[in-house]
């Protein structure tokens, strides 16, 4: 049966799109399962400065979706795909932004901050920042209705991640994945957070000016 007034063709359109949006967030999950399971190919993109430094610069980008270890990448697939759904349903644009951007800024400081690292892999500064970006929406928009018990959890939640980064930074040991193959680099969940915290800012002020902003009708009155 086909709603009154609503082409039907329209409908199974957006079907469509409903189905396959939820593919936009699994893609980068995906890809990590994939890069990790054919072999060698983590070797060929993987955050490596003294290769990024002969040139090849999509390290910069690619080395997010490697992993060293099956642990490794369990952790930061199921991570990344729970928080990825939650983002992009609140916004597609936002999601990819955050991620995109989260990734840059990632990649950035551990090349200038963590000078003796020859290598770096991992979603988990990518899951950071979505955990920060999810928890600030969400937390914002209880505060906006008045649902001061979802506010407190989605602080709590936030302070508590907050509070891994800083034990990881100061022990130098992951909280939940161990291994003697690769030690945790917190600068990269610092760079997740700091870089949610500024994207989550603009994308405010932006929709706040869009908000702002009057509505014309289209009509125009002449006054004598």
Request: with cysteine; proline share 3%; net charge positive.
């Amino acid at each position: 049966m086909v709603s009154r007034g609503v082409p039907g063709d329209l409908i199974i359109m957006s079907n469509r799109k409903n189905k396959y949006a939820i593919l936009l967030p699994l893609m980068p999950a995906i890809a990590a399962v994939a890069i990790y399971l054919l072999p060698n190919t983590g070797d060929y993109l993987e955050f490596n400065r003294k290769l990024i430094g002969a040139g090849e610069f999509w390290r910069l980008l690619t080395g997010h979706l490697t992993h060293f270890s099956l642990d490794h990448l369990i952790w930061d697939v199921l991570t990344f795909a729970v928080l990825g759904i939650i983002c992009s349903k609140h916004s597609r644009l936002e999601y990819l932004v955050v991620c995109i951007g989260s990734a840059v800024v990632i990649s950035l400081v551990a090349w200038y901050a963590c000078p003796g690292m020859e290598a770096y892999r991992g979603l988990s500064g990518i899951d950071t920042a979505l955990y920060c970006y999810v928890a600030l929406t969400m937390g914002i928009g209880a505060l906006h209705k008045k649902d001061y018990a979802v506010f407190a959890g989605v602080t709590t939640l936030l302070v508590m991640m907050f509070g891994k980064t800083i034990y990881e930074l100061l022990s130098g040991e992951a909280l939940f994945v161990h291994s003697d193959q690769f030690s945790t680099l917190p600068q990269a969940h610092i760079a997740g957070f700091i870089s949610a915290g500024i994207l989550f800012l603009i994308f405010r002020f932006v929709n706040n000016k869009k908000n702002a902003a009057p509505v014309y009708s289209g009509r125009h009155e002449l006054q004598a």
